[in-house]
């Protein structure tokens, strides 16, 4: 499967974006989700998981409140509004997956094996 994230930008404090995370090759619905981010200089950390059917889904502390994900099986694509940024949300965000049988939502990067390309968020202050 290969993945194509976009919708990243330049957006002010308090702004919005949604990201998308589109699958192409395999069906979306097999794989469970992620969203990651890597701020510069800093390590990449994990933002969201969604599970397969988007049941079951976890948030950082960080951005749970603020952020929303979703996901659109049939368009094999995954959604992640963002509301209320920061600068502190700035960073590239990446989307990955795993294929799982089960309805689970991973946290960790180890826990996935295919990754997108990443996009820019850049929240000014």
């Known amino acids: 499967v290969q993945l194509q994230a976009s919708g990243g930008g330049l957006v002010q404090s308090g702004g919005s974006l949604r990201l998308s995370c589109e699958a192409y090759g395999r069906p979306l619905s097999i794989y469970a989700l992620g969203w990651f981010r890597q701020a510069p200089g800093k390590e990449r950390e994990f933002v969201v998981a969604?599970?397969?059917?988007?049941?079951?889904?976890v948030y950082s502390d960080s951005v749970k409140g603020r952020f929303t994900v979703s996901r659109d099986n049939a368009k094999n694509t995954v959604y992640l509004q963002m509301n209320n940024l920061k600068p502190e949300d700035t960073a590239v965000y990446y989307c990955a997956v795993q294929y799982t049988d089960r309805e689970v939502a991973y946290t960790l990067q180890r826990q996935y094996n295919s990754w997108g390309q990443g996009t820019l968020v850049t929240v000014s202050s």
């Open positions: 969604i599970s397969r059917s988007g049941g079951s889904t």
